[in-house]
Nanobody, 118 residues
Framework: QVQLVESGGGLVQPGGSLRLSCVAS????????MGWYRQAPGKQRELVAT???????NYADSVKGRFTISRDNAKNTVYLQMNSLKPEDTAVYYC????????????WGQGTQVTVSS
């Protein structure tokens, strides 16, 4: 099992910045991909960004150029630096980790609220 704990959400004005953190614990040696997803009220959960253990990244088109995902493997931590925030970025942000070994399970954090409003 892998446990994920997010932090760093909050209320920010449009154009502002926030940095989310997610610390993994447990069987972290089984994890390759980690990432961030978000879910706005009335909408499906969607991918924001992912990063592999080697540092290869993938971003949703809506956040490219504004968000940066990074990872500290020694600390079992993944970060999401969010700049130039827009009201449409308002959502609950979830950390995700995927096993690279059978049974290839996916784990989720409890979520952290990000609200972009003036």
């Amino acid at each position: 099992q892998v446990q994920l704990v997010e932090s760093g959400g909050g209320l920010v004005q449009p154009g502002g910045s926030l940095r989310l953190s997610c610390v993994a614990s447990g069987s972290v040696f089984r994890i390759n991909d980690m990432g961030w997803y978000r879910q706005a009220p009335g909408k499906q959960r969607e991918l924001v960004a992912t990063i592999t253990r080697s540092g290869r990244t993938n971003y949703a088109d809506s956040v490219k150029g504004r968000f940066t995902i990074s990872r500290d493997n020694a600390k079992n931590t993944v970060y999401l630096q969010m700049n130039s925030l827009k009201p449409e970025d308002t959502a609950v942000y979830y950390c995700n980790a995927k096993e690279s070994l059978y049974p290839f399970r996916a784990f989720w954090g409890q979520g952290t609220q990000v609200t972009v409003s003036s």
